[in-house]
């Protein structure tokens, strides 16, 4: 394989051009990075999703709290072990628990959550998306035996940040939580919505120099995709091949990073997460929600996979990730350290 220089002009340059050749070098690149850390292993991620409730009112999301027309819902803990113990018989081994910031899910909800899962499965990774939190918090959820957390910053501009969200939401607040929980040695995951309206190709290049400065041991990025409920509601969704490009870019980057081929990418083309993997992605997160629940969280338009039970999901994901000559790995998947 060619060197590439791989500078801030040049991937300013991929980004802005598209030009057949080079962007297939790139894939190709990211492809021998990713299979020298992880060989062919995607891992498997269950996603369940415990609250639509949010008190946050972000400008692109379908489950933001000035939404009045989704039916809200919030699941118990019972329901949240049910969950763990289908994942846990369909062979899974991490558990991502992700919500709107809803205020019932406080330290001592979360805690005896966290406890039941970890004593019942003590094997299994739990990685939590709660949103923002204050240090106190992320250190008492750490201690309960939470491993990760996923907190995207959406966009590293400030100007850009505050188009995308009411005036009482900071970057300087996320981008604290992410150093947060960082120093507490979560295994952290930032990222950002590739295409949300007014995102310049400067914007996607603050994006990456911040998470250089973080160092996240897992990234998620995926295309915006509008809700026909929200402010931009007639904005256009994000570009494949642009989302496409910056998988390959984060995996030469950010050589062991865990890297989703999400949902999102999925929705915007049949075929989406198939070609993320062979971008350079190596996670992907079935969804492990209560079948009656999975339509009320929805963050964006026509969401796929919110009909089929779990056990359908992540039969269709295993033929989806060998059909590119990948195979789905089940087992934790943690961050390989250097
Ligand atoms: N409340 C938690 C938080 O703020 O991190 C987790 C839930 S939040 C819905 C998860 C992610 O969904 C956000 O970080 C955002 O990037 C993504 N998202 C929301 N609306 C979206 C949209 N319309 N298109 C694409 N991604 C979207
Ligand atoms: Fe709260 Fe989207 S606005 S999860």
Known sequence: MENINFDYNY??????????????????????????YYGKKVFARGLIEISNICHND??????????????????????ILECCENGYNLGFRTFVLQSGEDFYFNDYNLCIIIDRIKEKYPDCAITLSLGERSYESYKVL?????????????????????????????LENRKQCLYNLKNLGYQTGAGFIVGSPYQT????????????????????????????????????????QLTLKLLSIIRIMFPRVLLPATTALGTISPTGREQGIKAGCNVVMP???????????????????????SAQCIECLKKRIESVGYYLDMSRGDYIME
């Open 11 to 36: 991937i300013k340059n991929i980004l802005l051009h598209d030009d057949y050749k080079t962007d297939e070098k790139i894939r190709l690149k990211a492809d021998e990075i990713r299979q020298k």
């Open 201 to 240: 190709v400067e914007n996607i290049i603050s994006d990456l120099k911040f998470m250089q400065e973080l160092n996240p041991e897992m990234i998620g990025i995926g295309p915006f995709i509008p809700h026909h409920d929200t402010v931009f509601r007639n904005y256009d969704a994000g570009n494949i």
């Open 287 to 309: 969804n492990l929600s209560p079948l009656k629940f999975r339509k009320d969280y929805e963050l964006y338009d026509n969401k796929i996979c919110t009909g089929e039970e």
């Open 142 to 170: 750490k201690s309960a035996g939470a491993d990760r957390y996923l907190l995207r910053h959406e966009t590293a501009d400030n100007e850009h940040y505050k188009k995308l969200h009411p005036y009482n939401m900071s």
């Open 58 to 79: 972000c400008y692109y999301c379908g489950i933001r709290k000035s939404n009045r027309n989704i039916r809200r819902y919030r699941l118990e803990s019972d329901d």
